[in-house]
């Protein structure tokens, strides 16, 4: 897969960015349930490493009752960098963080951010206006209800965002199954993503085992 | 975040139209829980108010069957101003409203309307002819049918209205938390739209206290 | 409203289009509930004689499973033309069709057909290639699952054609309230689309009648 | 109605028992949309002052991520006893509780509890063997599931409790219209209950009003 | 079929009792899909008439927002008797309602009252007290939610009254196809309870008709 | 397992009565997918042979718009006895069909009917009252709304009646793995009843095969 | 809590019986997310340890396509032992299985087993009729279709058994939180049963820390 | 219908493509019922056959826990060349793939692939930009969760793919009934695609035989 494939991402170019998973924000959750999303989070926490893509995280007053930042994100990846908001409800309102992104030289930014409707949307579009490469992963974002997420949907696609899901992101991320690391990738994907996966190797294994 | 982001709403280029949210026509709703459609309107109005956007109403022979206006508009947004129909459906066939908006030199239509097949939808897309940027707040409309709110999203996208949900409303016109009114918005957002948020707040506030 | 709107119906321009709506096909409509898209039919069939539409009906083989085409159409429109399909799959296929449309000089098309995915898009597919500007009335078509329906809205929009609602279509052609016959499109809506609103009716009444 | 229907509520002989309806476990519920269960919570509080019920509370550890009651509870029955737990998981365990009830020498006991399955499910079954006639709201408590809260259903059901709703205990405890507080009983339906009426009114107060 | 099956309904022992079936309360139902519900009371009436069953009707202050009693029932069964209620809840507090159907000597109930957790279940409570045999007719009531309906079942099952469907009672009230005035019963399915039948006839029809 | 165990099916003592599996009847069903039940009736032909069970077939009005039975009931089991009806709506009101039964002088009914709140109910009501063991398969009957087949559960449940799915029969008529038809049963549950089953046998003989 | 509570778990008394919790047969399940069944399972191998329950395992032909039992529950639970089937398709026709129980000396039999119709179903059913006090723990069972849950908790309420879910058997072994072992099984509860507690620890946590 | 249609599929001009639709993955699927799924996919491979497409299947890792192709693609389409892929998870980025389809000449592509996401996804950004007419068969590919689907199908109509149904190819590819295999066609659409049809040919031929 070439890099200049306009419809999908470049890992090279890409840039993660994490937006507001705090544990207070999740409990507002109503278009995904809540451990799916933690998943999902997590998921794409692991991935950044693994891809080695440059990611930055930012919480929405994080001391108050939307609270902390789920720890997962800086656990799984610490070299993620956390920019903190200075009572900019879009985050592309905080020039360190626009900085932050511009300094990578990157032009692809993957994005997810709870409430779907705002901190994910927003940033996607200024972004795009600012020239970006937007993918926005709705099913690791969690929005206040369901109606609201279809809308956000239509929203950012008509701005010219691509919307994708994180077993998408995760694969092309991973882009090929022939490298050394392959297995952790497939190891993300059994234990955040496509859980169901666990029980397939399990009767595989059996299954070859009583032969 | 510059006014010239074509995406997003410029509050100071908004006017905020609220068609036909009459107490008849509400029982036709079957989209969204009549509840918090209630709550949905009751934050524009409020948000209207505090945000100074130019407001204009109508109702649909309030004096029939189709019941009138829900008190709560005009009584949150004293400067709102009603423009009675004269027999148009299309909110844009009845000149006073065309020529209302037009005084206020805003280019910029945040609209919802009981019920969106119709009265939200027909003012958009004639407001989109004339030239203006228009904002759809499709869960504060209010549908006779599911079916029916997917069409009507799917046909005002093609058209070139945005679409948009009550909170990324609230949060384009709170633009940001540096603001002596912020906690006003907040208690907009606490009191009609993100409710559940009063738990977050009862928690913390607790959680502090007992320490 | 001007004609010259271009996301909405001229009620002066439009030829009513009703494919195949026929007691077997109906029997394998998943997507809507069959005495709601029976009587959407119906409206549509009374709206076209109303708005003096000129309307063209076609069945698919209906001396066979598929069965014949539900009587009220013709019994509520006397002027509907039937043509018979000749083992076309597409009714854009029988040179009669196009024959009858183009005769009447008018460039939009209203269409609803069962099945959804076939009978009504690929009739609007082929109008489109063939420059006439099309509206789906996809609550009045009926489809063989929900999917399948939420794929076909997709398809058609991205090829231009306007997905529309039977309550929308019944507006736009009623287009103002200030008209003689005003009542009987009211009537239209009371009888097939929007049932509940003769509760509000007979509230309004007993309520004067009290007073 | 006499007292001695033994399927309903004498409301003479009733006690209302409201059990850890608390801000963080409110976060947990999934069976019903949290500001629904709030405001029927809201009602039950408001009519046990109503009908002068005795009214007993408990919370379990509110100084812990459980947050504390909701105060709208003893704000809107001043008279509620609040009866802390002591370690408890089911409040029939705590000797206090079972005392103050008995002090009431009432055999009527209308519970809701948030988690369904647990804080209101387990006094309920002590309750009964204790020889209670036990009540269970089950739409003021909130449940971890849906399907927990169907299995707790026939679990209650199965021990001689009966089932109720909200709308149910509001009528059985009003018993008639012929009482001079009735448009207070009437109020809380309309406030927190059957919250659609209010539209009822207003569409009946204006057609009235336009004779 | 003998009379003492103790399941099922004896035609001649059975009265049909139809509570509260308003235009106002109509709108507050959220359990069924409001057009279904009224073909399933004019059913009702239909079929209390064909089999001659004692019909009485009651409805809950009328002159008020609750609205007047649909006007299909005493239309369709003009022997129907209308009790007005005096202030009482509970229909089975008013003593005229109890009197008259003491009065037909018959001890079998067949109810359904809108809302369901009320109207339908106190008189039916009370009826089981007094030591009559209730069928409880779930789809022609009319519920304020669906969680109030599922528990609303449980309660009255629990009580002894025989939870029934509209569809049901129609075809224990026809008992037999043998009978003068069977295609009256069936022409009461065809028009407001299987809805969907209508077109088997109609491709039966046709596909006999082109032999 | 004994013959003795009151809950469950005795083999050797039960009786398959398959109730108006008719093409036209099937078009009504609205609480199952019509492919689906359409195999569990076929899994129930197939178990009546296998498990060598007195079977009896009977139809409504087979020659009117009902129409017939589907054939792959006498096609798997051609054992079973067609009865037919002369006028009954109850099947157990037909003196040939309740003949049939006693004559096997076996007291354990396995029941599935079209529609289920009529055609399975009724005769289950009647075989209960006549002293029979019913069991009601309930996936394998088809009702003409879910909330009908919920209160036809509550009802046969109360009666005495054990309700049952077609994955329980087929387990309990099988009885055990160890026989010599087991394999024939297994098949019958993967053709009809557990479908997803045919993936794992794929992926373990696969498995197995690449060793 | 006394010991004699009919309704209710003496965990002094109880049994664990997971039943074909196998890898393949979780791929059938239809009624509940599988990764949430799966945490479920896990819950009970952990608290049949805390709670020091005596437990029982099996699994049906975990050789073939069925798959083995997934590796949580001996490993959460070393002390759990493993009985093999025979062919037997109801676990309680196999005689070692009985008598395990048996020696246990305890009446209280808690079962989860996959298929719930089937593998947790019918041991429920004839240790019902040997006598035992049986809870069917629903949600850990998994089943291949909605309507055979319903149909298969009602039967099993038919039947005497307390239909129950793992957050209930979790409160109802917790028993007090007076207990030096309560943070382990806080910590299942966390981790398996009502994951977003989690959410409310960290947003607590944090909100301490911050004063 | 000309072959210019760009909307439309010109079955002289199709490949179809089948991707990665294995025993195993299967078992992943959340958006669409399985066995569903696996009739779609069958009416593919015969459609193909029928329509004299050239088609290509390949697998992922088909020896591992991902589990064989599904047998009946080559089975009912033994023309049908399968192309292994050799660690590449984007089947586009496998030249052999890319290779057999150019060689075929033709330029419309009709793809489904398991998981919806990854394998149908991919493969048709990369052929779009490769300047390929790309029909995505949604409803025969299966997908992970339904909100990845509608994302996905919001992706690849974005970049200009047309998303299609399965009912909506065979009728395409079957383009007029005026076919000497016509039969064959309307087979595979009775026995895999619109499986009710089968009770309309019972009922038909049934009413034309009591004539």
Redesign the interface.
Request: aromatic residues 10%; glycine residues 4%; hydrophobic residues 45%.
């Given at each position: 897969?070439t890099a200049v494939?306009?419809?999908?991402i470049d890992p090279n170019d890409a840039v993660m960015l994490l937006v507001d998973h705090q544990?207070?924000l999740?409990?507002?959750v109503r278009?995904?349930?809540?451990?799916?999303l933690?998943h999902h989070v997590c998921a794409l926490a692991k991935l950044s490493r693994l891809a080695k893509l440059p990611t930055f995280t930012t919480a929405s007053?994080?001391?108050?009752?939307?609270?902390?930042l789920?720890?997962e994100i800086h656990q799984y990846n610490p070299e993620a960098v956390y920019i903190p908001r200075?009572?900019?409800?879009?985050a592309?309102?905080n020039p360190k963080w626009v900085e932050a992104i511009e300094k990578t030289k990157r032009k692809t930014l993957l994005i997810a951010g709870t409430?779907t409707?705002?901190c994910m949307?927003?940033p996607t579009?200024?972004a795009?206006?600012a020239g970006y490469k937007v993918f926005c992963i709705?099913?690791a974002s969690g929005n206040?209800?369901k109606?609201?997420t279809?809308?956000?949907?239509?929203?950012i696609?008509?701005?010219g965002a691509?919307?994708?899901?994180t077993?998408?992101v995760l694969?092309?991320l991973?882009?090929?199954?022939?490298r050394p690391d392959a297995m952790e990738f497939a190891q993300v994907s059994m234990d955040h993503?496509?859980?169901?996966?666990?029980?397939?190797?399990?009767?595989?294994d059996?299954?070859?085992s009583?032969?």
């Open positions: 897969m494939n306009k419809w999908m544990s207070g999740f409990q507002l278009d995904i349930d809540l451990p799916t933690r007053v994080p001391d108050g009752p939307n609270g902390p789920i720890p200075t009572g900019q409800i879009n592309w309102d409430l409707s705002v949307a927003f579009l200024s795009l206006v709705i099913d206040w209800s109606m609201a279809d809308i956000t949907v239509a929203r696609v008509q701005a691509v919307p994708i899901d077993n998408a694969s092309e991973t882009n090929t199954w022939n993503v496509v859980l169901p996966y666990r029980c397939l190797m399990e009767s595989y059996k299954a070859q009583v032969q």
